[in-house]
């Protein structure tokens, strides 16, 4: 049968071929999707703006619903859901203003929680004990490891006296 493209932002499939791929990513369907998708991580403050450049869509507030969803050149949103919109543009404003900083109760809290855990590491573990390395279970035995894996000998690998490098 062919190959088969699939276009996420549409949810639909084709046979893909350059003439209809090249057709499809250049149409008014697609174009409107990809939009749709990207404009669901716009910040708040561009969000705000355009929808208060809008008039409100009158079967949107009368049904509830629309034929067009989000190819309506109309506005979805109530006075009450602007209202939210605009609160949450100066919240992240005033957090912008302050420098982003942590709430000081949250900074302690995690110090205080960094600083318990050091201290149990510290109690843990006696500077006089050395730490072991432990073979994993499971593992082959170490003397039928490939060569590469073994560790080196004691004195270090043998050279051959007639080796030359270079």
């Not at 932002?9 to 084709?14: I, K, L, N, P, V």
Request: aromatic share 10%; hydrophobic share 30%; with cysteine.
């Amino acid at each position: 049968m062919g190959k088969r493209y699939f276009c996420d932002y549409c949810d639909r499939s084709f046979q893909d071929n350059l003439h209809n791929r090249k057709k499809h990513l250049n149409g008014v369907q697609h174009l409107r999707a990809k939009k749709a998708w990207y404009d669901l991580f716009r910040d708040a403050a561009a969000v705000l703006l355009e929808e208060q450049g809008k008039k409100p869509c009158r079967k949107f507030l009368q049904t509830g619903q629309c034929d067009f969803g989000f190819n309506c050149r109309f506005s979805h949103l109530t006075e009450a859901d602007l209202e939210k919109l605009n609160a949450q543009v100066q919240d992240e404003r005033r957090s912008k203003e302050d420098g982003g900083e942590v709430p000081a109760s949250a900074a302690e809290d995690w110090l205080e929680k960094r600083a318990k855990r050091l201290s149990l590491a510290q109690n843990s573990s006696s500077p006089s004990e050395k730490t072991v390395f432990q073979y994993p279970p499971g593992w082959p035995p170490i003397q039928d490891l490939p060569p590469s894996l073994q560790a080196p000998p004691p004195g270090g690998w043998l050279v051959p006296p007639n080796l030359q490098w270079g």
